[in-house]
């Protein structure tokens, strides 16, 4: 079955670096999403992504993230510079159509990247 | 603003049912859905649900949705050890963003 690969699985950086966390969607997806989770809550949305831009993102999505599909394969999350409050697990994830659940859309997603800021 | 609660345990004997819970806030929730996530795992979807919808059956599992109350349940039939994981709720309106619950995390004692 095909699957959403993030890397890397778990990275620690320190306060201020900038950290950029990989997602290679399914191949013939079209959307794709950046989700995270702070221990112990919920699962938050960042942002969406489609035809090579933001199609929407939510109020935590500020000037300290990016997204980018670089190539034909990745699609990216940049952190610029880090905060102690990033530390999260974050999930990327793909769909072939928009949203989840849509004319039986679904979303795939990652096994996600832990990120450890400290 | 959108919301989604659901209870953060619940242990089960196994072969016993269990049943999770959920509520939403959301009138205009169009999708509810249930999704799985088991250790150093990502996020996978068990089932879904339309709003016109009261009761979905597939195999095992069993969701019903009471849409007056906003709430969302999901029932596991003959509840195993391989069934322990943690089990989110989420919503959405068939937009881009899905709404998650903080995920109930089932344990199944043998």
């Known amino acids: 079955e095909p699957e959403v690969t993030q890397t890397p699985s778990h990275q620690v950086t320190q306060m201020g670096q900038e950290v950029i966390l990989r997602c290679v969607p399914i191949s013939n997806h079209l959307y794709f999403y950046w989700y995270r989770q702070i221990l112990g809550q919920k699962v938050e949305f960042l942002v969406s992504?489609?035809?090579?831009?933001?199609?929407?993102k939510s109020e935590i999505f500020d000037d300290q993230f990016s997204v980018e599909r670089p190539d034909g394969s990745n699609f990216t999350l940049k952190i610029r510079s880090t905060k102690l409050e990033d530390s999260a697990m974050y999930f990327c994830?793909?769909?072939?159509?928009?949203?989840?659940?849509?004319?039986?859309?679904?979303?795939?997603f990652g096994e996600g990247s832990w990120l450890t800021v400290v | 603003g959108e919301d989604v609660e659901q209870s953060l345990f619940l242990s089960v004997r196994e072969g016993d049912s269990s049943v999770i819970n959920c509520t939403y806030t959301?009138?205009?929730?169009?999708?509810l859905y249930w999704y799985k996530q088991e250790p150093g795992a990502g996020l996978q979807l068990l089932t879904y649900?339309?709003?016109?919808?009261d009761m979905k059956q597939d195999q095992r599992l069993t969701v019903l949705l009471n849409k007056k109350d906003k709430h969302l349940s999901l029932r596991i039939a003959d509840t195993q050890t391989g069934d322990s994981a943690i089990y989110f709720c989420?919503?959405?309106?068939?937009?881009?963003?899905?709404?998650f619950g903080a995920g109930t995390r089932l344990f199944v004692k043998a």
């Open positions: 994830a793909s769909s072939r159509d928009r949203g989840q659940g849509y004319s039986g859309n679904t979303i795939y």
């Open positions: 989420a919503e959405s309106t068939g937009g881009f963003k899905t709404i």
């Open positions: 992504f489609y035809n090579n831009e933001i199609s929407e």
């Open positions: 959301d009138s205009s929730s169009t999708y």
């Open positions: 649900i339309f709003s016109n919808m």
